[in-house]
């Protein structure tokens, strides 16, 4: 009787502990690494790494992105050794290397383990960082936050905005995104799958550019047209903004690639209609960014580690003579 009441127990609190958190609790993933890379070497992005769930045992896929310091065309991720139940996709837009399972989490950590940095520069130099997560969005370590675009042709402004504040991310509230830095305004420009609307208007006052969402609504980071005047970060693109067309321009997006000019950085950003244009200018969607919210859980589902990246100077001495490197 005692072992039945006892276990009773047990389920009805199983039970109302499921019902208070809600269907599923996401994995913890924590990580360390903090290597050297040496000219011509390949090394592993991380000295340990944990993946813990509390009501799961496998995944679909973990995503391992060059997410600091990134250099398309020199760098690369490489998953090394066998992994039966796990493929990789290397993707050198974002940087980014997809490990697909399914499979356990012991099985993605030892991919991990395995997964191996190079760089094809013959003076390598800086700090990459990587972020390891088992969702979709990408992770900037600098901010804390998430982003992604959302392909959605020829849809509005006002309608991606609405859209954008709909969506939640493991329990984080999304925004149309800000881009308040230039590393953050590559990493969802020059670095992400997609170009879109981002979250900054100026139909309030024409020529008053000011971010409308997230954390930083309400502040105004330029004054005028392309001649007009930075007051916090801007990143228009050449002659932008310009407010053309005979009902102006008054939303913000990141423009296409094939627009950039002026020697503004792919990634630059254009003023349009509330509808988009044509063309080039039509709109392809959105770019939602998560983080910095009141209200917002604290989500550990990414691990970050680094490299140093160094000429690795030869030193000699009396009896050997070899490369320094540090794991
Ligand atoms: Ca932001
Ligand atoms: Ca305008
Ligand atoms: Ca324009």
Request: hydrophobic residues 35%; negative net charge.
């Amino acid at each position: 009787m005692k072992i039945l009441q006892k276990t009773s127990f047990v389920i009805l609190f199983g039970l109302a502990a499921s019902f208070i958190r809600g269907q599923d609790q996401p994995p913890v993933v924590t990580g360390t690494g903090d290597q050297v890379y040496c000219p011509g070497a390949s090394v592993s992005i991380a000295n340990s790494i944990s993946i813990t769930d509390p009501d799961d045992t496998t995944t679909t896929a973990v995503y391992i992105q060059i997410s600091g310091g990134y250099s398309n065309g020199e760098d690369l991720l490489t998953l090394t050794g066998s992994h039966p139940n796990i493929s990789s996709t290397w993707e050198p837009v974002q940087g980014e290397l997809t490990l697909l399972g399914p499979a356990t989490y012991i099985e993605f950590e030892a991919a991990i383990l395995a997964t191996e940095f190079s760089s094809n520069s013959a003076s390598p130099s800086g700090t990459k960082q990587f972020s390891i997560t088992v969702g979709e969005a990408n992770f900037l370590p600098n901010t804390g936050h998430y982003y992604e675009f959302v392909s959605d042709p020829g849809i509005s402004w006002t309608a991606a905005e609405t859209a954008a504040s709909g969506r939640t991310y493991f329990g984080l509230q999304g925004y149309l995104v800000t881009l308040t830095t230039q590393e953050e305004a590559d990493f969802s420009g020059a670095q992400a799958s997609g170009f879109g609307w981002i979250g900054a208007t100026d139909l309030a006052v024409e020529g008053e550019w000011r971010w409308v969402t997230g954390p930083e609504a309400g502040i105004q980071f330029w004054q005028g047209r392309s001649n007009g005047t930075e007051l916090t970060y801007a990143n228009w693109n050449g002659g932008e903004p310009n407010n053309v067309g005979g009902g102006g321009e008054d939303y913000a997006h990141i423009a296409a690639a094939s627009v950039i000019r002026g020697g503004a950085p792919i990634g630059a950003w254009n003023d349009l209609p509330n509808a988009g244009g044509g063309g080039a200018y039509a709109s392809q969607g959105y770019v939602v960014e998560y983080g910095g919210m009141p209200g917002d859980p604290t989500l550990n589902i990414t691990a970050t580690t680094a490299m140093s990246l160094s000429l690795c100077p030869i030193i000699t001495n009396r009896r050997i003579t070899h490369r320094i490197k540090r794991n």
